[in-house]
């Protein structure tokens, strides 16, 4: 893959991690990669020396609760074995406390797989904000030029930097229309489709420059939906909307784009955007580039109400998505996300070739981009 660099200095230090780790589990260190639990079955070494289940566990971002590493999330990254996690409101209180906390889930993660996390969070702008002394105070709606946008992305991405933060989940690329539940925060930029592609390519570029991995979302959109489609019901809408922002977009290289949790009747009458096979094939056929297909959140409620939590997230991986976002608002559902895609791939409906596949492509994104 030639997924875009960050920062030169965090691609070395994050390559000495990864040889220190290979080397580790080449001589039998720690007992983490080769504990003969899974692993390996496609005749080959598993990516990085990693087990099935360590396997199986990068392909999560996942939410959780408290603002330190409890008992309770040792026992999470032991159970699951998460590639990354996603720091909401509920994780930070100041920016002492989220440094140290990055950190020790950092230090977690090379205990328990040797590989280092996306550490995400939703920093937009505006309201939209997590980490909130950085002074991203300009929603995207407010941003008018390339300058501002590559200004803004670039303070943001190194405050975010700072803090051990490596992955934004912005900038937000959905075509908004008034009154929607997007546009009522400022989410989106104004202009037509070619002006938002250019201001979302400049916000990319900037958060690069600034040493953090940058998400397009949600593709192909949520544009026009006046109501909450993670609570109240599924958004169902006949004909795929505008896209050609994206593809203006990602002449910048994001290293992930996010897809929205819609039914496109007209692309497919009976699944999610992020569910259907030919979803994510319609993404790659129409947006170019090296990038990694991260969903919104599969433990909606009304995704749950659905599909069932289980049949949601085995959906999404025969879908294609390669990183699963788990918010883990409510108890149980990161370690039941994570069993059912294991189960599916022991059980012979996901073939561990495919997980092989995206945990490759994850590691290798991590090599380029990922400050432990």
């Given amino acids: 893959m030639k997924i875009a660099r960050v920062r030169q200095a965090t691609q070395a230090s994050i390559a000495l991690v990864l040889l220190l780790a290979l080397?580790?589990?080449a001589?039998?260190?720690?007992?983490?990669?080769?504990?003969?639990?899974?692993?390996?079955?496609?005749?080959?070494?598993?990516?990085?020396?990693?087990?099935?289940?360590?396997?199986?566990g990068q392909l999560f971002l996942v939410g959780f609760e408290g603002t330190e590493v409890t008992p309770e999330i040792r026992q999470l990254f032991e159970a699951v074995h998460p590639g990354g996690v996603i720091l909401f409101g509920r994780n930070i209180t100041d920016e002492a406390q989220l440094t140290r906390l990055v950190a020790d889930l950092q230090e977690l993660a090379a205990a328990d797989t040797g590989q280092p996390l996306f550490i995400a969070i939703d920093q937009e702008g505006g309201e939209i904000v997590r980490a909130?002394?950085?002074?991203?105070?300009?929603?995207?709606?407010?941003?008018?030029?390339?300058?501002?946008?590559?200004?803004?992305?670039?303070?943001?991405?190194?405050?975010?930097?700072?803090?051990?933060?490596?992955?934004?989940?912005?900038?937000?690329?959905?075509?908004?229309?008034?009154?929607?539940?997007?546009t009522r925060y400022g989410r989106t930029f104004s202009g037509e489709p070619q002006q938002v592609g250019e201001l979302g390519a400049s916000a990319i570029s900037g958060q690069r420059d600034g040493g953090v991995l940058s998400t397009a979302k949600h593709f192909p959109g949520y544009g026009g939906i006046d109501y909450d489609p993670e609570n109240e019901r599924l958004a169902v809408v006949p004909d795929v909307p505008e896209y050609s922002q994206f593809l203006v977009a990602a002449a910048a290289g994001p290293e992930l784009i996010m897809t929205a949790n819609v039914v496109y009747t007209a692309l497919d009458p009976d699944l999610p955007f992020t569910l259907s096979p030919s979803g994510i094939a319609f993404l790659r056929e129409k947006v170019d580039g090296d990038?990694?297909?991260?969903?919104?959140?599969?433990?909606?409620?009304?995704?749950k109400e659905a599909y069932g939590l289980e049949g949601t997230v085995t959906r999404a991986v025969k879908a294609g998505v390669d990183v699963?976002?788990?918010?883990?608002?409510?108890?149980?559902?990161?370690?039941?996300?994570?069993?059912?895609?294991?189960?599916?791939?022991?059980?012979?409906?996901?073939?561990?070739?495919?997980?092989?596949?995206?945990?490759t492509s994850t590691l290798h994104l991590k090599a380029l981009g990922v400050s432990p």
């Fill in 23 to 25: 080397s580790a589990a």
């Fill in 27 to 56: 001589a039998g260190c720690g007992g983490t990669a080769h504990d003969g639990n899974g692993g390996g079955n496609n005749g080959g070494d598993p990516p990085q020396g990693l087990t099935l289940e360590q396997k199986v």
């Fill in 132 to 182: 909130g002394w950085i002074g991203d105070d300009t929603a995207q709606a407010r941003i008018a030029s390339p300058q501002q946008a590559y200004d803004l992305g670039l303070a943001r991405a190194r405050g975010l930097a700072e803090l051990g933060v490596n992955l934004n989940l912005a900038p937000v690329l959905d075509m908004g229309v008034p009154g929607d539940f997007l």
């Fill in 291 to 303: 990038y990694l297909v991260i969903s919104d959140d599969l433990a909606t409620k009304v995704l």
């Fill in 324 to 359: 699963l976002l788990i918010s883990g608002h409510e108890a149980g559902d990161v370690q039941a996300a994570y069993a059912a895609v294991l189960e599916a791939v022991r059980g012979g409906g996901i073939a561990e070739e495919v997980i092989d596949e995206r945990v």
